[in-house]
């Protein structure tokens, strides 16, 4: 019997083995011969998923099996030209919670929640643009806490987990101090009961015992954050050892006592944090620099992996703060799977995406500030991790931080941000949403903001000259290696990243913004943190 060569399978083995590859590796087969070529041109299933590849995109659970791959291609054009031409599919504005106040707010998994006088108050939003255009889809309900003594709070929907970050009661111990600073509570986003599978009904950070340290104050700033069966916390000047204040990072594993858990400290001033795997977070130091982390061995505490320098100043400025954007929804990086209630038919693929670092730089003993933005891609932070290695074989105290040069220009595209233009940006996969006040030149006045939509998809970027540009409000801008220097910078800063810019025709009330793959969420606050209006465009 004669041996078959592949290319001499039957086309329906061929288009059913073909099927079990990721686009990039069909991208590869169809320039291996003209029979494989042929076999991926001519599939629909095939082009379906080469289409997914190229928009980034992933198919949302199971809500499109039913649905022919020819429609699906189309959905998924559809779907990308909406937000090139920002053409919603539905405006509608949300009612108010009666506490009217959002100190502290969160969006994830299609809830929007913020904290009032005596309670957290959810709003599900519509989950997609019906042709009725009513909010029956749409629901709020509230849970009372103690927000005096409430600092922070997160929830991720997927696990219907609520996590409430509160200062510990006033229990004094025998040398009349406190145990532990803050008490996070785990509860269910429904029921705010204790979760069911939570280990235990709060966990105790920065407990004295723990930290051998002791707690400084409970006024200081808190993030948490939830990745998968962990929850963790930055906690920033609350302990000290001797007279200095530290900054510490600390992590549980919420579903076990004695699962993976570790304390984090740091004396040069961690500004904020973020992951960008599940088992790798970034550490943003004010004083301009930034370090990996990986926690990939659970015997022993986080390791450093790098150490990144942001470009250098001129005499007389410095680093004030470095932070991460403050408005990624929870599931920016980590695509929640929300079969009950469906946002959308995609969401972003969690093979790769954005991340917005927020920079800002003082004139030592004066007001004069300057504040910019930029963006890189999470797989080029993940590649300085091997640079680092080739660049000084190891990791510690005494090795220097990776020059800017070295990472920077090639992998970042940086943004001097306005007076008018928001400062924190809002961020889902690729795509960022911004506001603009056109009619005032500071960020704060009031008066109607267009929005500014940036799409940095590599795929869409090198392939600028098929997009469609009828009807659009916007431009490609190409990235380029800019040697311009920018005051007060000493090096050049970066311009890499291709990326496609869309201005909305209509203006709208808005001063802070959040965004999933399927919404964009408008919010209106006075000074005082009191909440004007919420309006949703669902596309």
């Keep these: 019997m004669t041996a078959k060569t592949l290319v001499q399978l039957p086309s329906e083995l061929l288009y059913h083995t073909l099927s079990f590859l990721d686009s990039h590796d069909l991208v590869r087969v169809r320039k291996t011969c003209k029979r494989l070529k042929g076999i991926v041109d001519n599939s629909e299933v095939l082009q379906y998923i080469i289409d997914l590849g190229y928009f980034q995109m992933n198919p949302m659970g199971s809500s499109e099996e039913d649905v022919p791959p020819a429609m699906r291609r189309e959905r998924l054009r559809l779907y990308d030209a909406a937000r090139q031409h ?259 038919s995609f969401h972003p693929s969690a093979d790769d995406g954005l991340i917005a670092i927020l920079v800002w730089v003082t004139r030592t003993n004066t007001d004069h500030s300057f504040y910019s933005r930029f963006v890189v891609r999470r797989s080029a932070i993940l590649e300085l991790e091997s640079l680092y290695v080739r660049t000084y074989n190891q990791i510690s105290g005494s090795i220097p931080r990776l020059p800017w040069s070295m990472w920077g220009p090639q992998h970042t595209s940086w943004f001097r941000v306005r007076l008018n233009e928001d400062w924190h940006t809002s961020l889902c996969g690729f795509r960022t949403v911004e506001s603009i006040n056109e009619f005032s030149p500071h960020h704060l006045a009031e008066g109607p903001r267009r929005l500014y939509i940036r799409d940095f998809n590599p795929h869409i970027a090198w392939n600028y000259g098929a997009v469609d540009k009828s009807g659009w409000r916007g431009k490609i801008v190409p990235g380029m290696m800019d040697r311009t220097i920018s005051y007060p910078f000493t090096e050049p800063l970066g311009h890499a990243l291709t990326y496609r810019e869309t201005l909305s025709k209509e203006l709208f009330d808005v001063n802070e913004i959040f965004s999933d793959e399927s919404r964009i969420l408008l919010v209106k606050k006075s000074d005082s943190s009191a909440l004007e209006k919420i309006d949703v465009l669902v596309f």
């Design 86 to 344: 920002v053409e919603f599919k539905l405006k509608r504005t949300l009612p108010l919670p009666t506490s009217g106040l959002a100190r502290v707010d969160a969006f994830g998994g299609g809830i929007y929640g913020s904290a009032g006088e005596s309670c957290i108050h959810f709003l599900r939003l519509p989950p997609d643009a019906s042709d009725s255009g009513d909010l029956s889809h749409s629901y709020d309900w509230n849970h009372p806490v103690d927000t005096t003594n409430l600092v922070n709070f997160t929830f991720c929907a997927a696990q219907d987990l609520l996590v409430v970050v509160a200062r510990s009661p006033d229990l004094l111990d025998y040398v009349g101090r406190r145990s532990h600073a803050y008490e996070i509570h785990l509860k269910s986003l429904t029921t705010n009961d204790t979760h069911p599978d939570a280990a235990q009904p709060f966990l105790k950070a920065l407990d004295k015992h723990d930290i051998n340290n002791r707690i400084l104050s409970t006024i200081g700033c808190v993030k948490v954050q939830i990745i998968g069966n962990y929850v963790s916390m930055l906690s920033w000047a609350v302990i000290a050892n001797v007279d200095d204040a530290l900054y510490s990072i600390q992590m549980w594993d919420w579903k076990s006592k004695k699962g993976y858990q570790f304390n984090l400290f740091s004396h040069c001033g961690i500004s904020d944090y973020s992951f960008i795997t599940e088992d790798k977070f970034l550490v943003f130091v004010a004083s301009g620099s930034m370090e990996i982390y990986s926690i990939d061995d659970k015997s022993k505490l986080p390791q450093c992996t790098a150490r990144i320098s942001l470009p250098s100043l001129v005499d007389g400025f410095s680093y004030t703060d470095v932070f991460i954007s403050k408005h990624p929804t929870p599931s920016f990086m980590f695509p929640e799977f929300r079969k009950s209630h469906p946002s959308g």
